[in-house]
């Protein structure tokens, strides 16, 4: 199996919805396409995802779900940070994201910079559309998942799923 995947931390089901809005809307206004709301803690590994399955159960078994403080709203690099959340990442949150990197950056370097996306792609956001939505000042999240990441963001996909203890 060769192909494209990344580790994700997802927002609980208030979030999800609340975000995959805001993420609909800029994908309309910018033809943009649409995904799941998340934060990528390591990303694009070209690895068999199922040899670590077991590393990803035992990781979430010792971790609490993440409430996590946003900053503000940004306009960054394209194509993956066209529109994003910048975020405050907690300490276990952080401590999370080491152990990934720590089992990971032997395949590959990967430097953590925690967001949410909203947009993806090669356009320039107007400073007002910015403004059209609103974040909450924390997002909770409730579990990680491995997601198949391919270029194409239209074939992005969860392949495994994993709970965060409450």
Not at 63 to 70: A, F, M
Request: net charge positive.
């Amino acid at each position: 199996m060769s192909f494209l995947w990344s580790v994700w931390i997802l927002p609980d089901e208030k979030g999800k919805i609340e975000y995959k809005r805001s993420i609909d809307l800029y994908a309309s206004l910018y033809n943009a396409y649409s995904f799941d709301p998340h934060i990528t803690l390591f990303g694009r590994l070209s690895l068999d995802p199922n040899l670590f399955f077991s590393f990803f159960d035992q990781l979430t078994s010792s971790y609490n779900r993440q409430k996590v403080e946003t900053r503000t709203i940004e306009a960054g690099a394209r194509p993956w940070k066209t529109i994003y959340i910048d975020l405050v990442c907690n300490k276990s949150l952080l401590e999370m994201q080491k152990n990934i990197d720590e089992k990971f950056n032997v395949y590959r370097e990967y430097k953590f910079n925690p967001h949410i996306s909203l947009a993806y792609g090669n356009f320039i956001p107007k400073e007002n559309d910015l403004g059209l939505i609103s974040i909450t000042k924390t997002i909770n999240f409730s579990s990680l998942a491995l997601a198949c990441t391919p270029d194409l963001v239209s074939k992005w996909r969860i392949i495994k799923k994993y709970q965060l203890k409450k």
